[in-house]
């Protein structure tokens, strides 16, 4: 997959939706809204997270980016 991006907490809402567009329902999950009416939610990772008091970021970041590492791999193996 080319142009994949690691996320960190100062990784956009917007790239993390436009990316990996399945992320969208975990982050909903953990409390980090992603869309609004239908548009991206502005702003980083992070600001978003304290904005709903998410305490758990890194932990999330995490599991995230093993999303995305267990997509890769399950395209790769086909």
Known sequence: M???ITIKPD???EEIVEKYPEL???LMEYGIQCMAC???VWGTLQENARRKGV???DEI???LNEM???KK???NEK
């Open 61 to 63: 970041v995490g599991k």
């Open 11 to 13: 990784t956009t809402i």
């Open 38 to 40: 239908g548009e991206p």
């Open 73 to 75: 791999q399950d395209k």
């Open 68 to 70: 995305v590492s267990r």
């Open 24 to 26: 969208v329902r975990p």
């Open 2 to 4: 080319s142009g994949d």
């Open 55 to 57: 305490p758990n970021l």
